[in-house]
């Protein structure tokens, strides 16, 4: 059913829908459009719409190939909408589902567009602060780039900021998704233009290898290993893109590269990836239980309890757990220091070896089992051993006590 938005545009039919609102495929006085409806709860919230009003000057001044133009920005009694450039096409978690990982060559040609794209935003003094292959769409009708990719385009700029209001998000709060967030942002410091090159270079690891390099389990579990933990290295790639991979998800904001400068350093791999297949690396362990709330507490799952797997917990209370934790924003408790540096019941997982179980996990539960009952049985046996010895080499006549051995005989 057809709805209007504004005066100017109306809806026809939903191409979507997100944790802020809902995508329409709708027509304005220009012709097609894409209307992002927000939540009605985020309309109503009226410093939320000032600010919605405050931002309409910079986003509707970012014009450049590789992003999702914003064409106008309605208020309209309960109505709070983005009206933006159609784009014939998909979004890249698509592409991702359905091909679970890219060659080399294609995935860098979409993060090099993605990165110019973050160039003229930063360079506009906007900070997208969401990036992740929902926000990437691929344009299906021009033509293919580098190892057949398809032009990338980076939307919803401004809606993570337009959500991340005061009111909403006290200093105790981030916005965001875990799998991309940045490590600053996990310790509660502002966004600056650098959480944007780490989220890139998390969807370019995940492009590559078909997971991010620090995703799965228990939201708080992700914001953690962002903040302690290094990134596993990708097995078959030039060390020349790894380097770069490492240098972007680097801690440190400031040893980030800029947009523009991974845009063309990544353009500049382009020839010596022509023609590499997809990487052949292993998944991670989806047969490890991740790290559930009880256990990040400390407790055992309740008796008859399943275990929850990889990306199985729901981020926004009373949603339906999914197969990614990747698909929505969130505001998340910003981890204290001590849950970060770890502690006899804190969140923070030491760096570990390549397919050592997680602390805390059931099979690293099962493992610490099989040890005791090893120790256990090996105490057992020698302790037969000791008594058996002792059987073999004693007569009928009783030793004397130990302190009686070898002494004097008393003078009378």
Request: with cysteine; aromatic share 2%.
């Amino acid at each position: 059913m057809a709805r209007r938005i504004g005066s100017r545009y109306t809806a026809h039919q939903i191409l979507g829908r997100g944790s802020a609102g809902t995508v329409w495929l709708g027509e304005g006085p220009e012709g097609p459009v894409a209307i992002k409806l927000l939540r009605e709860d985020l309309s109503s919230d009226q410093e939320l719409v000032g600010r919605f009003v405050q931002e309409r000057t910079a986003l509707l001044g970012l014009e450049h190939p590789h992003v999702v133009s914003v064409r106008d920005l309605v208020v309209d009694g309960n109505d709070l909408a983005l009206v933006m450039d159609l784009v014939r096409g998909t979004d890249l978690r698509t592409r991702l589902d359905r091909e679970r990982r890219l060659a080399p060559e294609a995935a860098v040609a979409i993060a090099a567009d993605v990165a110019d794209g973050l160039a003229a935003a930063h360079a506009a003094g906007v900070v997208h602060r969401d990036v992740k292959p929902e926000n990437v769409l691929l344009d299906m009708q021009g033509p293919l780039g580098p190892g057949g990719s398809h032009r990338a385009l980076l939307t919803d700029f401004g809606v993570a900021k337009l959500i991340d209001t005061p009111r909403r998000t006290r200093a105790s709060k981030i916005i965001g998704t875990p799998d991309y967030l940045a490590p600053e942002i996990v310790e509660g410091l502002p966004p600056r233009a650098a959480v944007d090159i780490y989220a890139l270079a998390t969807v370019l690891y995940e492009l590559l290898a078909g997971f991010t390099p620090f995703g799965g389990g228990h939201p708080g579990a992700v914001l953690r290993r962002h903040v302690t933990e290094s990134v596993v290295p990708l097995p078959g790639i030039p060390d020349e893109l790894w380097q770069l991979l490492v240098q972007c998800l680097a801690k440190a904001p400031a040893s980030r590269l800029r947009a523009s400068e991974l845009a063309a350093r990544l353009r500049e791999l382009l020839p010596l990836l022509a023609g590499m297949p997809p990487l052949d690396v292993d998944e991670p362990d989806t047969g490890e239980a991740e790290e559930t709330a009880e256990e990040l507490s400390g407790a055992a799952p309740a008796p008859g309890q399943p275990v929850r797997r990889r990306g199985a917990v729901p981020l926004v209370p009373g949603a339906r757990p999914s197969g990614s934790n990747r698909d929505t924003h969130t505001s998340m408790r910003v981890p204290a220091p001590d849950e970060l540096a770890g502690g006899a019941h804190g969140t923070a997982r030491a760096p570990r070896a390549a397919g050592a179980p997680r602390p805390g996990s059931a099979r690293n539960r099962a493992v610490t089992r099989r040890r005791r009952l090893t120790l256990a049985v090996a105490a057992a046996l020698l302790a037969a051993g000791g008594v058996a010895t002792w059987l073999a080499t004693s007569d009928d006549t009783p030793s004397p006590p130990p302190d009686m051995e070898n002494s004097a005989p008393a003078t009378p």
